[in-house]
């Protein structure tokens, strides 16, 4: 419904059809309940000032500020009130509460990416319309309670590769899995823990996947670049002419855990990850002679899949044909024998 300003206040403007309720928040004013509205009715709105907190945070001048959450929460059932980031950079940091309930509130200095608490304030007295004065929020010092866990990429020519869709993983994945993600675009990250050390997993489009156990302190990550691969098909069958077609696709042995829902850390979004773009789960349409380059093939144990079609069948014929291994910098193209008369089985199947 509009509104409109009207010369002694607000004119809320509609067509009158169904139930209309009123809610009425602010920046630093309490907010008010939801409340009925009625056609051609006229209320008075009294706005009450919240109670403001303001706080110093000292923290070592590497942690991000995205890094940290405070969180403001009622000691009566009410519950969490207000949560926000910091803002700052260097040591000094600061956060900024308004319109915050009368009574006795409790503060919390989270780190976001693993939900745990640094510090915690009980009975803060709050008066609506005051800023609260409390010589504990002076200076709330957290410097030294972090752990820093730093990556910096390197490739082979020893410079930073920045690569839009860089991601680092945190812990080991699961297919399905929820687990917290960075940014790694810029090529390097601080990464703030209450754990001594972290098991990260480095992908970046191009290059192979890097598995680092229990990293901890400053750490330069050496990348080596992606496998070009031939793939040559051998059997009684070939070539493949019209009107069937093949696809063959290579399935990590064992499989790669990589596709699920990943959290960014900073911001809490989360988003679902597919590596197929990155060469883990490669596929493409082999040539007439059964030939296929892989651009960005990682080094290890594949299965080979090949699904055959024929011009208007939806539904492919599929071979599964046993695992193969990739070495990483061989140039030389990888021949994969197909079992005598099993293409030809297959074709004779969509007759």
Same mark, same amino acid.
């Given at each position: 419904?509009?509104?409109?300003?009207?010369?002694?206040?607000?004119?809320?403007?509609?067509? *009158?059809? *169904?139930? %209309?309720?009123?809610?009425?928040?602010?920046?630093?004013?309490?907010?008010?309940?939801?409340?009925?509205?009625?056609?051609?009715?006229?209320?008075?709105?009294?706005?009450?000032?919240?109670?403001?907190?303001?706080?110093?945070?000292?923290?070592?001048?590497?942690?991000? #500020?995205?890094?940290?959450?405070?969180?403001?929460?009622?000691?009566?059932?009410?519950?969490? /009130?207000?949560?926000?980031?910091?803002?700052?950079?260097?040591?000094?940091?600061?956060?900024?509460?308004?319109?915050?309930?009368? *009574?006795?509130?409790? @503060?919390?200095?989270?780190?976001?990416?693993?939900?745990? =608490?640094?510090?915690?304030?009980?009975?803060?007295?709050?008066?609506?319309?005051?800023?609260?004065q409390d010589p504990r929020l002076r200076v709330i010092d957290l410097r030294?309670?972090?752990?820093?866990?730093?990556?910096?990429?390197?490739?082979?020519?020893?410079?930073?590769?920045? %690569?839009?869709?860089?991601?680092?993983?945190?812990?080991?994945?699961?297919? *399905?899995?929820?687990r917290q993600s960075y940014d790694l675009s810029r090529g390097r990250i601080?990464?703030?823990?209450?754990?001594?050390?972290?098991?990260?997993?480095?992908?970046?489009?191009? !290059?192979?996947?890097?598995?680092?156990?229990?990293?901890?302190?400053?750490?330069?990550?050496?990348?080596?670049?992606?496998?070009? /691969?031939?793939? =040559?098909? /051998?059997?009684? #069958?070939?070539?493949?002419?019209? $009107?069937?077609?093949?696809?063959?696709?290579?399935?990590?042995?064992?499989?790669?855990?990589?596709?699920?829902?990943?959290?960014?850390?900073?911001?809490?979004?989360?988003?679902?990850?597919?590596?197929? $773009?990155?060469? @883990?789960?490669?596929?493409?349409?082999?040539?007439?002679?059964?030939?296929?380059? !892989?651009?960005?093939?990682?080094?290890?144990?594949?299965?080979?899949?090949?699904?055959?079609?024929?011009?208007?069948?939806?539904?492919?014929?599929?071979?599964?044909?046993?695992?193969?291994?990739?070495?990483?910098?061989?140039?030389?193209?990888?021949?994969?024998?197909?079992?005598?008369?099993?293409?030809? =089985?297959?074709?004779?199947?969509?007759?």
């Amino acid at each position: 419904m509009p509104i409109v300003h009207a010369e002694d206040g607000l004119q809320i403007r509609g067509d *009158g059809q *169904g139930e %209309r309720r009123l809610r009425v928040t602010s920046a630093t004013h309490l907010p008010i309940d939801p409340m009925p509205l009625h056609r051609g009715q006229e209320f008075e709105l009294m706005l009450t000032r919240g109670a403001n907190i303001e706080g110093l945070l000292l923290l070592d001048p590497w942690v991000e #500020s995205a890094a940290i959450e405070v969180r403001v929460r009622a000691s009566t059932a009410a519950g969490l /009130q207000a949560e926000q980031g910091i803002r700052g950079r260097g040591e000094r940091r600061t956060f900024n509460f308004r319109a915050l309930p009368q *009574g006795s509130l409790g @503060l919390q200095v989270i780190l976001r990416s693993e939900n745990r =608490e640094l510090y915690r304030l009980h009975e803060l007295q709050a008066q609506v319309g005051e800023q609260l004065q409390d010589p504990r929020l002076r200076v709330i010092d957290l410097r030294g309670r972090l752990n820093r866990v730093s990556i910096e990429l390197r490739n082979a020519s020893g410079s930073r590769p920045r %690569r839009k869709a860089a991601m680092l993983l945190v812990e080991p994945m699961r297919v *399905g899995e929820l687990r917290q993600s960075y940014d790694l675009s810029r090529g390097r990250i601080d990464i703030a823990t209450l754990r001594p050390s972290l098991d990260l997993t480095v992908l970046v489009p191009g !290059f192979e996947p890097k598995v680092i156990s229990q990293a901890a302190g400053v750490m330069q990550v050496d990348l080596r670049r992606a496998t070009a /691969q031939r793939i =040559e098909l /051998q059997g009684d #069958s070939l070539p493949v002419s019209p $009107p069937f077609s093949m696809r063959i696709t290579l399935l990590p042995d064992p499989p790669l855990a990589y596709v699920g829902r990943v959290a960014d850390a900073y911001s809490g979004r989360a988003h679902k990850l597919d590596l197929r $773009p990155f060469g @883990l789960q490669p596929t493409g349409k082999v040539n007439r002679l059964g030939r296929f380059q !892989f651009k960005n093939l990682s080094s290890g144990r594949y299965r080979v899949r090949l699904d055959v079609s024929e011009r208007g069948d939806r539904r492919p014929r599929r071979i599964d044909l046993p695992s193969v291994e990739i070495a990483g910098g061989i140039r030389q193209p990888l021949v994969i024998p197909i079992p005598a008369d099993l293409l030809k =089985e297959v074709r004779e199947s969509f007759k």
